[in-house]
């Protein structure tokens, strides 16, 4: 069983920026598409992005895109987070996920899709 463990988290006035790591243990982290899920407090947990294995491709949420961009360093079994222009309504706690299966074609937008999750990294943004 993978693990997964986020860290960078914390609280940003709103208009900053933070970044997100995610790093993988195990030797396939190259063989999956790695995402980032939020859960807003009260809220379901909702898609964020997700970058294909080799981090030619890539997917994001209407609700982040042109603020979010997602990165991944396959020597160094981590993806990546940069989270800008940060908004209130980003506050949440911020999940990093692997797919399901190895080489996806489908996009894993919904839990459904997801085989292991990190523990959360809670960000908060102040107005």
């Known amino acids: 069983q993978v693990q997964l463990v986020e860290s960078g988290g914390g609280l940003m006035q709103a208009g900053g920026s933070l970044r997100l790591s995610c790093v993988a243990s195990?030797?396939?982290?190259?063989?999956?598409?790695m995402g980032w899920f939020r859960q807003a407090p009260g809220k379901v947990r909702e898609f964020v992005g997700a970058i294909n294995w080799s981090g030619s491709s890539l997917r994001y949420a209407d609700s982040v895109k042109g603020r979010f961009t997602i990165s991944r360093d396959n020597a160094k079994n981590t993806v990546y987070l940069q989270m800008n222009s940060l908004k209130p309504e980003d506050t949440a706690v911020y999940y990093c996920a692997r797919s399901r299966l190895p080489y996806n074609s489908r996009w894993p937008t919904t839990e459904a899709d997801i085989g292991s999750w990190g523990q959360g990294t809670q960000v908060t943004v102040s107005s």
């Open positions: 195990g030797r396939s982290f190259g063989s999956y598409i």
